[in-house]
T-cell receptor, first 112, second 115 residues
Framework: KNQVEQSPQSLIILEGKNCTLQ??????????LRWYKQDTGRGPVSLTIMTFSENTKSNGRYTATLDADTKQSSLHITASQLSDSASYICVVSPNRDDKIIFGKGTRLHILP | DTEVTQTPKHLVMGMTNKKSLKCEQHMGHRAMYWYKQKAKKPPELMFVYSYEKLSINESVPSRFSPECPNSSLLNLHLHALQPEDSALYLCASSQNPTEHGNTIYFGEGSWLTVV
């Protein structure tokens, strides 16, 4: 069964610190993996998208990595800011005809 | 312009009302989607329009009726809803009419409360 598991469920860090969010998937065959940021009550915003052949992709202070062999991805946030407080959702696409699969997200809280 | 615009942002309606949610994008995307999201849950796919034709209906109750008047607009007509239908309704679009290989752009969502 195609699944996307994210950890931790919730994370609290101090402003200025770095953190890493994890995404493990059992989706096969694999097309691409995306990370979205969703502020409370707002629509998700795309941070990165990676295909099978890509190992890392950056978007400002956000860096996503992908290991297609172990089926793991991480999202590293550098020098966190209060505005980084949000849910971060990992989304995996199996193939052209299947539905994309959302993880349940990691809720990140940045404290001043 | 990488925006998907949804209106209204908030909607409160009674169970006997008829209302509509509207969505607009001007990115030339040929696929548009409606998702439903409950609190602390990931979005759930409801409908997919591909080249202005309904391509996926995820067994959504008929009290939700989608409409795609043209390639830039997507509506969701609501009638006789139940309180459990209260949720954040997200519209999204992507360049190609599959969900894959393309970034899906989400709107800000419409908060729906059914009383």
């Amino acid at each position: 069964k195609n699944q996307v598991e994210q950890s931790p469920q919730s994370l609290i860090i101090l402003e200025g610190k770095n953190c890493t969010l994890q995404c493990n998937y059992t989706v096969s065959p694999f097309s691409n993996l995306r990370w979205y940021k969703q502020d409370t009550g707002r629509g998700p915003v795309s941070l990165t998208i990676m295909t099978f052949s890509e190992n890392t992709k950056s978007n400002g202070r956000y860096t996503a990595t992908l290991d297609a062999d172990t089926k793991q991805s991480s999202l590293h946030i550098t020098a966190s800011q209060l505005s980084d407080s949000a849910s971060y959702i990992c989304v995996v696409s199996p193939n052209r005809d299947d539905k994309i699969i959302f993880g349940k997200g990691t809720r990140l809280h940045i404290l001043p | 312009d990488t925006e998907v615009t949804q209106t209204p942002k908030h909607l409160v309606m009674g169970m006997t009302n008829k209302k509509s949610l509207k969505c607009e994008q001007h990115m030339g995307h040929r696929a548009m989607y409606w998702y439903k999201q409950k609190a602390k849950k990931p979005p759930e796919l409801m409908f997919v329009y591909s080249y202005e034709k309904l391509s996926i209906n995820e067994s959504v109750p008929s009290r939700f009726s989608p409409e795609c008047p043209n390639s830039s607009l997507l509506n969701l007509h609501l009638h006789a809803l139940q309180p459990e239908d209260s949720a954040l309704y997200l519209c999204a679009s992507s360049q190609n009419p599959t969900e894959h290989g393309n970034t899906i752009y989400f709107g800000e969502g419409s908060w729906l409360t059914v009383v």
